[in-house]
């Protein structure tokens, strides 16, 4: 059953001006609770409003906590007006024993109204949850899902496997001309589109169908997903369930993306990957992009890596399953030859132009996010354009913050350098094993030399053969700073940020 009626513009504006009346706002709601902590998932079991509570209270019970109270209450705070507001958009339902309790869970965020289903913990979601619930959007892999997606200006946007379509309310209230949320499922595309009504947004369509379908002939300039990734192997939610391999719709949002973004757009996808014996990720999102895959730029950041027997054990402990799936679980482990899960950011851009495309790969060090990964998208554009060269050569150069490593094995009488190696943990973390040249080179331009300067000072020098080509140097510079050893003053990295999916080094 969807309990939500689609009322009038009116009867929307009023229960809005509601909640910002009693300060059921992002803002306020925080300042009652520590700062980075999310008080409000899990909920736990519904519970009895206090009757002491004031309105902002009753609001964050309500529709926070799955608390319930009496009529009287919630006619004392809000008079009868704001009750018959909060009835007439379906917004409040009779509990078993009689009392008031909000139907659907609201999250006041990114100064929005986001609607979704309330949350169990994880042992009463068999108890509690049907196939279609609509999955929150401030779960910690939500958050770490939304900040990673750009708030540049486009057309048309689309969130695909939109849930609560929490990335396209976003992108409708601040940038998109137009907003898209597609989901498979009648409850989420009602929920979403309940959402934009609640927030007054006019420039948003939420419509229900298997991924793209909805789409008809439209391309977009910007696609987000955050598909459904948990390997399992039998059905559960509609929202968790990615196939055995968690990568089941995921491969399906890539095979079927060449038909939907357009030139220059860019799709954006928080899941779980795999490397296999067959290659590794980003490897296989380039097949999958089939006979369309040289119009395609490549970044994968992986977030995390996991050990697959690993991460299934845990699981199955979490959700109290029978160890007699473990075997299951090698089987097809085994089957399927993968050796390690990741959870990771994947970018995918179209070209604008003709060109070579790049495929990137980075890992997170402590303080990497989303600004790292525009850094590198950007940096790694420039190069596929051979505009790079050109930078690296007139920009004034500095060493990134990188630690010099010298391996010695004992030689005839010495020790005897076998190798040194670069080694950095921002934006992305990075090792490479150099030439001699590379390791002398980073310190010496100290910001105060080009990249044309120290191709001068190395053939002076001697440590350069004169015939080397300036283009060939150039692209060795490009490729140092594109692994964060060397920075240019006309692409700095960003400034470290920690992010709460971070852990330490």
Known sequence: MIPIRFGTDEEFQRVRQLFLDHGFTDEEVSKRYEEGRNPFLPYGKPNHLPAESDAQEALIGLFLKSASTTREHLL?????????????????QTSADGRLQGSVRI???????????????????DQGFADDVVFPPDTKNALTYLPFLPLFPCQRYLEVCGGSGAAALIAAKNFAQHAYSFDITERSTAFAQFSSRLNGISNFT????????????LTFDRIAAHPPFVPVLDHTWTFHAGGQDGEQITRRLI???????????????????SDREEGPMEVRLRR??????????????????????GYVSTSLLRSQSGTEELSRWKQFFDRARIYRFLACMIVIQRRAEPRTVFTARREHGPYSGPQELEWLIQWETLRAKGEARQMVLHSKLKAGPVE????????????????????VKHPYRSSWEVEPWAAYLLPKPAGKMTGLDVYRHFVEQ???????????FADALAELVSGGFLVPDTHPHPTPKKHPWNTGE
């Open 288 to 309: 999958w992009l089939g006979a369309h895959q040289a119009e395609f730029d490549i970044a994968l950041a992986v977030i995390q890596t996991l050990d697959p027997a």
């Open 76 to 92: 004392a705070l809000f008079g009868s007006q704001g009750v018959t507001s909060l009835e007439r958009l379906g917004l409040l």
């Open 107 to 125: 999250r006041p965020m990114f100064e929005l109204y986001i609607i979704s289903d309330h949350w169990l913990p994880a042992e009463h979601r």
């Open 404 to 423: 010099l490593t010298m391996r010695h094995t004992p030689g005839d009488g010495d020790w005897e350098m076998q190798g040194q190696v670069l080694s």
């Open 462 to 472: 001697g440590a350069l053969s004169p015939e080397t080509p300036i283009e060939a």
């Open 206 to 217: 939420a419509r229900q169908g298997d991924l793209y379908e909805p789409a008809g002939d």
């Open 255 to 273: 095979q079927e993306l060449p038909s939907y973004l357009a030139p220059g757009g860019r799709f954006y996808c928080r899941c779980l990957g």
